[in-house]
C-alpha cells in the first residue's frame, strides 16, 4: 500500500480541527490510512511562562500579530520531522483556491498547511519561511483552521480510494472544461409535482450527455460569467449560429415555471433561450 497523504497543520487551535476530520468520508480516509493529519502547536515553541504568541503591531493599528519566532519554529519542527512538499500560509491576501490548484496540490503526497489568527501573521513568515500563500475566498474569517481544513478535504476527495465512487470528481463543477456541474436528481421522479427532465429516464445515454453538457452550460453562463467566458475562449465552436448549436433545455417542471422572485434575490432565473447559448 502507497504512503497516506499527509497533511500537518500548524495551529493554535488543532483540537478544534480534529473532530471535524475524523468524521465521515475523512475520517474514514484516515482510518484507513489513505490520509494522515497532524497538528503543531507554536504555543509549544514558547519560552516565557505566558506562551505568548502575539504582540501588539508595530505602527499602532487595532488587535494582535502573531509572533515570527513560535510560528517559525512550529513550521520548521514540521519540516525537521515531516519534510513536507510545500508549506502554505492561509491568508485573504493569498492567491485565491481553485480547483485547479487543489488538483496540483493533491499531486504532491504531503502539505503543511500553517494557520494565522489574530490580526494575521508577521509579515516575515510570509516573506521568508513559506513557499506560498493562499486565499479560501473574499472574506474574513476569525482564523486560518476553517481555511486549512477546505484544503485537506477538497485535495482528499482527489486522492484514489477516497471517495467509493473512483469517477466521482471528474463529472463536477470545475473538474473539466471550467463548467459547473449539471443539475442532479434522484427518486422520486414527481416531488410535490415538480418532475424531472424526461431525458434522465429516457436511457438514452448519448441523449442523457447531450442534455447534460447543455445544462452546464446554460448553468455557467447564467451564474459565473467569468467562467463562461474562460470556456468560450477555448471552445468558440459554442458561439457558431445558432442552427448549429442545438442545445435544448428541458422543462423541469409539470406546472409553468415560476415568476421571477420577488424578494430581492441575486440568483439568476434560468436561461429563456431555447438554444441556451451565450447571449
Ligand atoms: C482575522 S484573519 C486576519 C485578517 C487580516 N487582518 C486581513 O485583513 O487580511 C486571521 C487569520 O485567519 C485566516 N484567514 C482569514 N480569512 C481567510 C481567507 N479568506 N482565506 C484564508 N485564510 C483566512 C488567516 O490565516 C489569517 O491570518
Redesign the pocket.
Known amino acids: 500500500m502507497s504512503e497516506p497523504y499527509r497533511f500537518d497543520l500548524v495551529t493554535l487551535f488543532g483540537p478544534l480541527c480534529e473532530p471535524y476530520l475524523r468524521g465521515s468520508i475523512l475520517g474514514r480516509a484516515w482510518t484507513r490510512g489513505l490520509i494522515d493529519v497532524g497538528f503543531t502547536d507554536p504555543r509549544d515553541f514558547t519560552t516565557d511562562p505566558h506562551r505568548t504568541v502575539d504582540d501588539a503591531p508595530f505602527g499602532g493599528g487595532a488587535g494582535m500579530v502573531m509572533l515570527p519566532e513560535p510560528l517559525a519554529l512550529a513550521i520548521e519542527d514540521v519540516r525537521a520531522r515531516r519534510k513536507p512538499a510545500r508549506t502554505l500560509?492561509?491568508?485573504?491576501?493569498?492567491r485565491p483556491l481553485t480547483q485547479a490548484i487543489v488538483r496540483e496540490l493533491a499531486a504532491l503526497g504531503s502539505l503543511c498547511l500553517v494557520?494565522?489568527?489574530?490580526?494575521?501573521?508577521d509579515q516575515r513568515i510570509s516573506d521568508h519561511v513559506v513557499d506560498d500563500e493562499?486565499?479560501?475566498?473574499d472574506?474574513?474569517?476569525?482564523?486560518?483552521e476553517l481555511?486549512a481544513m477546505v484544503i485537506v478535504d477538497a485535495v482528499s476527495r482527489l486522492l484514489p480510494d477516497v471517495l467509493g465512487n473512483a469517477e466521482g470528481p471528474e463529472s463536477e463543477s470545475f473538474s473539466d472544461h471550467a463548467l459547473l456541474e449539471y443539475p442532479q436528481y434522484t427518486r422520486p421522479q414527481v416531488w410535490r409535482e415538480h418532475a424531472i427532465p424526461e431525458v434522465l429516464f429516457s436511457g438514452h445515454h448519448g441523449k442523457i450527455a447531450a442534455w447534460r453538457l447543455a445544462e452546464r452550460m446554460t448553468r455557467t453562463q447564467a451564474r459565473r460569467p467569468d467562467l463562461w467566458a474562460d470556456y468560450v475562449a477555448r471552445h468558440p465552436e459554442v458561439l457558431a449560429p445558432p442552427k448549429t448549436r442545438r442545445i435544448r433545455r428541458a422543462p423541469s417542471r409539470v406546472s409553468p415555471p415560476a415568476a421571477p422572485a420577488a424578494d430581492g434575490s441575486t440568483r439568476p432565473p434560468p436561461s429563456t433561450d431555447p438554444d441556451g447559448g451565450p447571449a
Do not use: F, N, Q
Not at 493562499?134 to 475566498?137: D, E
Not at 472574506?139 to 486560518?144: A, N
Open positions: 500560509l492561509l491568508s485573504p491576501s493569498g494557520c494565522g489568527r489574530y490580526e494575521g501573521v493562499i486565499s479560501v475566498g472574506y474574513v474569517l476569525t482564523g486560518g481555511g
